[in-house]
């Protein structure tokens, strides 16, 4: 006997069944995070016999890693656009958007990604799918891209490395975050010390040698 079809897609929701599991561990995730995460939760979501998933994933690995990268471009879809192009504004105002951006999108995420350590093969196919922040290729790569349109343009210092410089900003965004993926949980909030945002700028742009005459 076959399973019962989804209610979604009997009602003509528009999606494939692939589609719509995805979408259905998706909702999960942004609910609870994956920690603990069954199929039989992800089949109840979906309206769906257990044993559907196994006809369109190879296991729930899979499935949980799709729905993460979708989780993620869902939230960054509701954040909005990344910053201003170079040459508009201040380099200095666009560096700090950039940050607000960052954390921003790292705090929505966090719940969701709380856990994963213990699901090495879940972090290992999420890993091998294109980055699905920063327009596709990443907030990083992103970041760079900008910084060196800058630099092309004559906003920032002829000596300046943009990879370098992109790393050192989301990966203090990532500092902030990291120690609660080792501890296997999130909080309510992610804390930002105050003037985290300003204070990293203002190091990345003064930079931290002497004062040059």
Do not use: W
Not at 72 to 89: F, I, K, M, N, Y
């Amino acid at each position: 006997m076959s399973p019962r079809k989804a209610a979604v897609l009997r009602d003509g929701g528009g999606q494939s069944l692939r589609e719509h599991l995805v979408a259905a561990a998706e909702r999960l995730i942004s609910r609870r995070g994956t920690a603990g995460l069954t199929v039989r939760d992800i089949a109840r979501e979906a309206q769906v016999a257990d044993g559907v998933l196994y006809n369109h994933f190879a296991g729930k690995e899979e499935l949980l890693a799709l729905a993460l990268h979708a989780h993620v471009r869902t939230v960054e879809r509701e954040l909005g656009e990344l910053p201003a192009e170079a040459g508009s504004g201040t380099v200095a105002d666009n560096l700090r958007a950039y940050v607000t951006y960052g954390l921003a999108l790292h705090t929505a995420i966090l719940p969701a990604f709380a856990g994963l350590l213990s699901q090495p093969e879940v972090l290992s196919l999420l890993t091998g799918m294109p980055s699905p922040a920063g327009k596709g290729r990443g907030l990083k790569a992103d970041l760079t891209a900008y910084l060196r349109t800058e630099k092309d343009l004559g906003r920032l210092a002829p000596e300046v490395n943009a990879e370098a410089a992109a790393t050192m900003i989301i990966g203090a965004c990532h500092e902030l975050v990291l120690p609660y993926l080792f501890h296997g949980s999130a909080p309510a909030a992610l804390e930002v010390p105050s003037g985290f945002v300003d204070d990293l700028v203002t190091t990345v742009m003064n930079g931290i040698g002497p004062l040059r005459a």
